[in-house]
């Protein structure tokens, strides 16, 4: 899988939009775009994924790049229960091995949002 | 539906002692995987398994054995546990191994090997 980068982390004050961005430039033609958060002492949960065009679903919005070269994952109105680490992870969708269906996770950024 | 469910949530292991992580999902679902995550960084895979009787190998699988006997259960075995097994460890389903299915991750179980 081609590799992403995060920043480490950002702030938000609550109420107001978030934009977390994904740097993707060696991503193929072949990779979708996946988002997933984990809360704090949680499992991640998925947030959204896409391919090329902007997706939209009750959790968040994915705007994505012309290029696709990067992607951002956006929060509409931040509340404080979306306080968590956010990984942009990219997946094949040729690899029709069993190996998949694997998710390598990095280092993810870490959202904090202010009351 | 429960979900993903994962026992014990905490456990403290003696170096040399064996243990097994349980994992069960009632989603029917062929696909499940566990992770271990050390702190501050991602997960990592340690086995999987695509149905009943099948698993393989993931990233870091050296000390862990697990098995498929149901399409429900997912246990992960700790032979002998080391200082360095200190992690979280999450177990996850999907749908299936087809792409794109989204995973589904358990609360998690906090080991601590002294």
């Known amino acids: 899988d081609a590799k992403t980068t995060q920043p480490n982390s950002m702030e938000s004050n609550e109420e107001e939009p978030v934009h977390l961005p994904c740097n993707h430039s060696?991503?193929?033609?072949?990779?979708?775009i996946h988002w997933y958060r984990q809360l704090p002492s949680q499992g991640p949960e998925y947030v959204i994924h896409?391919?090329?065009s902007n997706v939209n679903n009750r959790m968040a919005s994915l705007a994505i790049a012309e290029d696709r070269k990067s992607s951002t994952l956006i929060l509409h109105r931040a509340t404080l229960r979306d306080a968590a680490v956010y990984y942009c992870?990219?997946?094949?969708?040729?690899?029709?091995?069993?190996?998949?269906?694997?998710?390598?996770f990095g280092g993810g950024t870490r959202l904090m949002v202010k009351p | 539906n429960a979900g993903v469910t994962q026992t014990p949530k905490f456990q403290v292991l003696k170096t040399g002692q064996s243990m097994t992580l349980q994992c069960a999902q009632d989603?029917?679902?062929?696909?499940m995987s566990w992770y271990r995550q050390d702190p501050g960084m991602g997960l990592r895979l340690i086995h999987y398994?695509?149905?009943?009787?099948?698993?393989d190998q993931g990233e870091v699988p050296n000390g862990y054995n697990v098995s498929r006997s149901t399409t429900e259960d997912f246990p992960l075995r700790l032979l002998s546990a080391a200082p360095s097994q200190t992690s979280v460890y999450f177990c996850?389903?999907?749908?299936?191994?087809?792409?794109?299915?989204?995973?589904?991750f358990g609360p998690g179980t906090r080991l601590t090997v002294t």
């Open positions: 996850a389903s999907s749908y299936s191994m087809s792409f794109p299915y989204e995973q589904y």
């Open positions: 060696t991503i193929s033609g072949t990779d979708y």
């Open positions: 896409g391919l090329t």
């Open positions: 992870i990219l997946r094949d969708r040729n690899m029709n091995n069993n190996a998949g269906n694997m998710l390598t």
């Open positions: 989603m029917n679902h062929e696909y």
């Open positions: 398994s695509v149905g009943a009787g099948i698993t």
